[in-house]
């Protein structure tokens, strides 16, 4: 069995089940929380944090995380899931993420009650500490940090210098010398630790998600008369209403469920437990109201990754055979605009997608190697972290989306232990603060 069958089959069996299984839990012990507290969260986000305990706001806080998933899972990532699974896979990224925003309530509301100071007075937390402190696992702490480590250099570091220097390439550019300067500007910021990561995420996160969102609605609003086909083609394939001749249902359904719920992780990152390490560095009153102000991130991130399938989809460049993850992305946007302008601005999108998610997955590297070795220490990641910007640039796209599925996966098991061992707490918090508001 080679590794994308491995990965396959680990989706279907154990990923796909534990999502929806824990996921429909938590969605009906919480009282679908992820519905009914959707207009507190935004309300969240832009109340200001005074006479609080933390580093940075909320709004920081919330822009680091849309900093971590607005990267090339948005953008490649949804060329590759279209052209894996078929338009169906969107749909299945949609109940992962529905399912996966419950998920994310919890292990964040359990990374503010068990989060901690360092002798720098910075408040660090993630699953690695509530499954060690809330549950005694030290073992699996140590695993999950691990498991974190080996995500935010394929995930983090590889799988976006590699989207981004793809079409650079196709331009003339020389990818390594691409990283290279990308590895300089992203020491600028990442040596700065979480305030500046934060800082810089609460500018830049607006505008590239506004750059990016602007232009896909013009190609959506230019072929109005193709949206509501295209959503139709995305349910025949994800529940294989299209594929009853010649016996291909079950085939095809498979393949759109385990390539929906494989992106569906990577570009919200709901559950995987990296939501919870940025968001430890917020201001923080009640824990319930940090896990409230994250509903709103998967939200914003499936907005961004609809519009980016549906503009795939209305131009048709998923069923040109030649292209592949950027390269797919960048020709619909400029066969949608009928100019070259629309790869260009895909190309700045994604270097500032990339970019950001690349900060972010720093911070939570560093943040995993201080757990196992000592916050101090661990200030050293970020030169190893820079150093290995380049490699990423020459690694080939499938090894390096096939590495980062199986970090993604691993990390999302173990917080899952965590979750569900503690989620009973977490629930009956949640209720007692909705009686007292």
């Known amino acids: 069995m080679d590794i994308k069958n491995f990965i396959e089959c680990f989706t279907l069996f154990i990923v796909f089940p534990a999502i929806v299984c824990s996921g429909t839990y938590l969605t009906l012990k919480l009282r679908f929380i992820q519905v009914f507290q959707l207009k507190k969260s935004f309300l969240c986000v832009t109340k200001k944090n005074t006479g609080q305990e933390g580093n940075i706001s909320h709004f920081g806080a919330i822009s680091s995380v849309l900093a971590g998933n607005f990267g090339t899972g948005n953008i490649s990532g949804m060329a590759v899931a279209i052209a894996t699974g ?30 901690q100071k360092t002798a720098k007075n910075e408040y660090v937390g993630g699953p690695m500490y509530y499954l060690r402190d809330g549950l005694g696992y030290k073992m699996l702490a140590i695993l999950f940090a691990v498991f974190t480590l080996f995500g935010s250099i394929t995930v983090g570091n590889f799988a976006q210098i590699n989207s981004v220097v793809l079409p650079l390439e196709k331009m003339g550019f020389n990818p390594l010398y691409c990283s290279m300067i990308l590895a300089v500007v992203v020491g600028i910021v990442i040596l700065g630790g979480i305030q500046r990561i934060a800082s810089f995420a609460s500018y830049i996160v607006p505008f590239k998600a506004l750059i990016y969102l602007s232009t896909a609605f013009v190609i959506i609003v230019l072929q109005y008369d193709k949206v509501l086909p295209s959503f139709r083609l995305m349910f025949q394939h994800a529940f294989g209403f299209s594929s009853f001749v010649g016996g291909a249902l079950g085939i095809g359904v498979l393949k759109a469920v385990i390539t929906g719920f494989d992106r569906g992780l990577f570009a919200t990152d709901a559950g995987t437990g990296i939501v919870p390490i940025l968001q430890a560095s917020a201001h923080a009153k009640n824990p319930i109201t940090n896990g409230i102000t994250t509903l709103i991130t998967p939200l914003i991130v499936m907005i961004v990754c609809t519009t980016t399938g549906l503009v795939l989809i209305i131009t048709g460049a998923w069923q040109i055979p030649d292209l592949s993850s950027t390269n797919m992305v960048t020709y619909a946007f400029s066969q949608g605009l009928n100019s070259a302008i629309g ?11 990339a970019y950001t998610t690349i900060l972010a997955w720093s911070y939570c590297g560093e943040k995993a190697l201080g757990f196992l070795i000592g916050n101090e220490k661990a200030y050293y990641f970020r030169f190893f972290y820079l150093l290995l910007v380049p490699i990423g640039s020459v690694m080939k796209v499938d090894m390096i989306w096939s590495l980062a599925d199986i970090a993604i996966a691993l990390m999302l098991i173990t917080n899952l232990i965590g979750v569900m ?17």
């Open 86 to 115: 078929g338009p169906g896979a969107l749909v299945w990224m949609w109940v992962m993420a529905f399912f996966g925003a419950a998920i994310q309530y919890v292990s964040c509301v359990l990374s503010i009650s068990f989060r």
């Open 343 to 353: 790869g260009y601005i895909v190309i700045i999108a994604l270097i500032l997608f």
């Open 421 to 437: 061992k503690l989620s009973k707490k977490v629930i009956a918090s949640s209720h007692q603060f909705e009686l007292s508001n």
